[in-house]
């Protein structure tokens, strides 16, 4: 049985094993090393406390980023780029995220989404034309989706591009907001309905920041990020060729989606980095801070936070590079689900790891001559932006079951033939019967294997019990997402063990950070693999009802 998603396949069906055998970990090799290095040796020379005074990135600094090809590290080498491959660039991600976040996320807004568009979908005469400019950092693209009244419902943002009288431009209408890299931008990838009666039948265009009718707000002053640009963006009866679109007539939506699962993994990357860069400081300041005659690394407490780091790092990483590899083996791969899990786990684990190295800091944390406070109020926005923490808790949960429902219509027309199939698959056993040399990867497929099964059964209960209502049901659509954040986790995890075990490497640490994941995986199914409402979810919707409604 196959579904048009990897993770919803592996819950209605068999788990290819296969994956196995395809993964490959994001690992710095010489290429990468040595734009890690120019990219270090940029940000020594403006370092982060400086950049943040200045408010900006300079002509300078822009130039300095573009000669060590940090604008072009994964376009084609045939159009000017560095060409790495995604694992490359996720790895160059992870490693320089930490150093000097700002100025870093200037080139990957560009990379990961600004000028994605154009790889995966351009023409040959549109990626000749911007991306060897947008390589040598001389044309710096940004991403215009977000809108002032649309931000995660994509399908019905309100700028509009209709075909001109003559049949050569489209014309360009509308408002987009907090747009990165926008006064940074000589191009942006635009996206706007093309009909308004159909929501969802968009368009996405390469508009040029010059042309008549593009106005750029003043940057917003924000919390974190101060050196990045952020701005409104105005579209003014803009004429935008004909041969600007990307794709055909009503591939927005899809092309807007397909850009933002590589910058989800970009996220996961960088919140991978974040995560080690913690817990290196926490490792350094803990065994020098004493308190009560002893370093406060002894402390159980302490401990706890650097192990958590240790596990959260660890697992973020594997999941990026196993969904890095299904993008790997085809471009427009179908993993809605798997990126916006990296994102989910990775910003929310890389957000409290911030806060427990702080934490291990005490007073000195606090102060702004040391770097957590700046990373906290940097790194804040990656919960927010490319979907929120709650978009995406209750997304894939939806998504899975919208996967459901189509595989049932296509398949299965009649009302005994559906049932016959749910019954079967209510019933169904294992996802897959694996054998391996280590005690921990055997618990840990069996507690997979359970945690498949509570994902399947919410699933069907749910298309079977809420139907078209179980977007309201958004703490049991949170549940399922959990579920399977935990379930790919583990997958991620032993395809990583087994990749490492196979070439030779050790894995005795990393079967302990398997088995304490799982532990925590094997509570949390226990606690909310429930279908119906918890007793506190119904007091929830008592308390909201009389306070606020």
Same mark, same amino acid.
């Given at each position: ?11 209605? @069906? ?59 590290? $994964? ?7 560095? !060409? ?98 926008? $006064? ?70 899809? +092309?807007?989606?397909?850009?933002? $699962? ?124 490319? !979907? ?5 808790? +209750? ?33 169904? @056993? ?6 391996? @040399? ?50 790919? !986790? ?14 030779? !490497? ?21 606690? $909310? ?21």
């Amino acid at each position: 049985m196959s579904f048009e998603n990897f993770l919803t396949s592996v819950y209605f @069906g068999r788990l290819n094993q296969a994956v196995f055998n395809k993964f490959r970990d994001l690992q710095a090799d010489d290429k990468t090393q040595k734009i890690i290095d120019k990219y270090f040796e940029v940000s020594r020379q403006y370092p982060a406390h400086y950049l943040e005074k200045e408010g900006g990135l300079s002509k300078e600094i822009l130039k300095k980023l573009g000669e060590i090809e940090f604008f072009g590290l $994964n376009i084609p080498t045939d159009y000017g780029g560095t !060409g790495l491959s995604l694992h490359q660039y996720l790895k160059v991600v992870e490693e320089t995220t930490p150093q000097s976040m700002a100025m870093g996320f200037t080139a990957l807004a560009h990379l990961s989404i600004g000028t994605k568009g154009i790889v995966l979908f351009g023409t040959e005469e549109q990626k000749r034309k911007y991306l060897a400019p947008a390589a040598a950092g001389e044309m710096i693209f940004a991403y215009a989706l977000t809108e002032p009244k649309k931000g995660s419902d994509a399908q019905n943002i309100e700028t509009t591009a209709v075909l001109s009288e003559d049949d050569q431009f489209y014309i360009l209408n509308g408002n987009k907001t907090y747009i990165t890299n926008a $006064n940074y931008a000589g191009a942006m990838t635009v996206f706007a309905q093309l009909d308004p009666a159909k929501p969802g039948f968009m368009g996405a265009f390469i508009v040029e920041t010059s042309w008549d009718g593009v106005n750029i707000g003043k940057d917003i002053s924000k919390m974190g990020l101060k050196a990045s640009s952020t701005a409104a963006v105005q579209f003014k009866n803009v004429r935008v060729p004909k041969e600007n679109l990307l794709g055909q007539p009503g591939d927005g939506f899809k +092309i807007a989606m397909a850009i933002l $699962n590589y910058g989800r993994l970009a996220l996961g990357a960088a919140s991978s980095g974040m995560m080690k860069q913690s817990l290196r400081d926490m490792a350094k300041r803990s065994s020098s801070r004493t308190q009560f005659g002893v370093p406060i690394n002894h402390f159980e407490l302490v401990q706890e936070m650097m192990v958590k780091a240790k596990v959260n790092s660890y697992v973020t990483s594997a999941m990026t590079a196993f969904a890095a590899g299904m993008l790997e083996d085809s471009a427009l791969a179908p993993v809605a689900v798997e990126s916006s899990h990296c994102k989910l786990f990775g910003t929310n684990r890389a957000w409290d790891t911030l806060y427990d190295a702080l934490q291990v800091a005490g007073g000195s944390g606090y102060l702004s001559t040391q770097p957590y406070e700046k990373r906290m109020r940097d790194f804040r926005v990656t919960t927010i932006f490319e !979907g929120t923490t709650e978009i995406h808790s +209750i997304y894939p949960a939806l998504f899975m079951m919208r996967n459901l429902k189509k595989h049932l219509l296509s398949n299965h027309t009649g009302k005994i033939s559906q049932m016959v199939f749910i019954i079967k698959e209510i019933f169904r @056993g294992k996802v897959w019967k694996a054998k391996f @040399g280590h005690k921990e990867m055997s618990q840990a497929a069996q507690v997979a294997n359970a945690i498949a099964k509570s994902i399947r059964i919410n699933i069907i209960a749910g298309f079977i019990f809420y139907g078209e209502k179980v977007l309201q049901r958004q703490f049991f659509l949170r549940r399922i997402t959990f579920l399977s954040l935990y379930f790919f !986790g583990i997958l991620a995890m032993l395809v990583r063990i087994e990749s490492e075990r196979k070439a030779g !490497g050790r894995v005795a640490e990393d079967l302990k950070l398997l088995a304490f994941f799982v532990e925590e995986a094997r509570q949390y199914r226990r606690e $909310n693999k429930r279908i119906f409402s918890y007793k506190k979810d119904l007091l929830h919707k008592k308390i909201y009802k009389e306070a606020f409604a």
